[in-house]
């Protein structure tokens, strides 16, 4: 499931995707995915694409949350969760933090320079 995930966003031109393992860590799945989109736009089409992978690969309870707004979307395929946020919301919540990870340099900040 994990490689239907990252070839999706390698497909849809994610920015910045890392994979986290969560195999003895948590107990909701084995890998969080995530990744950045352009805009609400890019987002959307990265999570119909990721439901259509998801379902395919055989993931019967593909659920999502936020597609509507835009900012941050989080989708649950089983085994593995994935948040896709536009560059300057992934840099506000900064997930990877809570696993011991750096954000990918220069997410959201060239949206902070020009405002």
């Known amino acids: 499931m ?7 966003l390698d497909d849809d031109q994610a920015m910045e995707p ?3 393992d969560l195999n ?10 995530i990744a ?6 890019h987002l959307g089409a990265m999570t119909t694409h990721l439901e259509e992978q998801l379902k395919a690969a055989g993931s019967t309870k593909v659920r999502v949350e936020g ?12 085994d593995v969760v994935i948040h896709l946020f536009r560059p ?11 696993w ?12 902070a320079a020009s405002a």
């Open 2 to 8: 994990l490689k239907a995930v990252e070839t999706v």
């Open 18 to 20: 890392i994979v986290i």
């Open 24 to 33: 003895g860590k948590a107990s909701y799945a084995d890998f969080m995915v």
């Open 36 to 41: 950045s989109g352009r805009n609400a736009r």
């Open 67 to 78: 597609k509507s707004i835009g900012d941050w979307v989080l989708i649950d395929g089983g």
């Open 88 to 98: 300057d919301i992934r840099r506000q919540y900064a997930l990877e933090k809570m």
């Open 100 to 111: 011991g990870m750096e954000v990918p340099a220069g997410i959201g900040e060239e949206l």
